[in-house]
Nanobody
Framework: QVQLKESGGGLVQAGGSLRLSCAAS?????????????MGWFRQAPGKEREFVAASTWSGGTYYPDSVKGRFTISRDNAKNTVYLQMNSLKPEDTAVYYCAADVNSNSDYDKPGGYDYWGQGTQVTVSS
């Protein structure tokens, strides 16, 4: 069992920046480590489907859709079991609830919600024009 908790959301003006954090924890007989997990960020705006935002694989690869490429950066601190999403040059269309997700079974569908096994509860990001 893996628990994910996002933080760092809020209200920001267009052109501004936010950094989201996702802390992972779990109740297993071993100390939880995200080192071997792929971690992802998704977002969902009202009335829209959940959308892929960024992914970080255990081997160090990072992936982004064109809509955020060059503006968003995913990073991870395995020692802290934490994943980050640095968001720069924010636009009103980035407004959504942002979710962190963990792929613990090596599903490898990093850009699809179905490729992840655990999800956080989300954090709201609102970008005003």
């Amino acid at each position: 069992q893996v628990q994910l908790k996002e933080s760092g959301g809020g209200l920001v003006q267009a052109g501004g920046s936010l950094r989201l954090s996702c802390a992972a924890s779990g109740r297993t007989f071993r100390r939880l480590s995200i080192e071997t997990y792929a971690m992802g960020w998704f977002r969902q705006a009202p009335g829209k489907e959940r959308e892929f935002v960024a992914a970080s694989t255990w081997s160090g690869g990072t992936y982004y859709p064109d809509s955020v490429k060059g503006r968003f950066t995913i990073s991870r601190d395995n020692a802290k079991n934490t994943v980050y999403l640095q968001m720069n040059s924010l636009k009103p269309e980035d407004t959504a609830v942002y979710y962190c997700a963990a792929d613990v079974n090596s599903n490898s569908d990093y850009d699809k919600p179905g490729g992840y096994d655990y999800w956080g509860q989300g954090t709201q990001v609102t970008v005003s024009s």
